[in-house]
């Protein structure tokens, strides 16, 4: 990209005023938005990337809980014995959960 060096350059103070006034303009066409709109309708024509996976089927092997696992009472997720924090009435509760 070719650069003029004999353009008049400017100064930080005009760099200033010209941001302020970008800003107020920018202001006044927020405020003058529309401010009803249909999030249903926005939602309708939206499109996610990528290819249509409706017709795929997920498969995902699920393994029994190890001999080294627990499943924490309050969040109900299979953590490993190390992320043990407590037990309230004999069940185990998770530190997140405990946190």
């Known amino acids: 990209m070719a650069t003029d060096y004999d353009t008049p350059r400017k100064t930080d103070d005009d760099l200033n005023e010209d941001s302020i006034e970008e800003l107020k303009a920018r202001r006044n ?7 009803d709109v249909d999030e249903f ?7 996610l990337p990528g290819a249509d996976l409706s017709n795929e089927e997920l498969s995902v092997r699920v393994l029994p809980r190890q001999a080294d696992e627990f499943t924490c009472m309050s969040c109900f997720l299979v953590h490993h014995r190390s992320q043990l924090a407590e037990e309230k009435n004999g069940q185990p509760i998770c530190r997140d959960c405990a946190a």
């Not at 309708?41 to 499109?47: D, K, N, S």
């Open 41 to 47: 309708e926005q939602a309708e024509g939206l499109e």
């Open 29 to 35: 066409e927020k405020s003058t938005s529309a401010v």
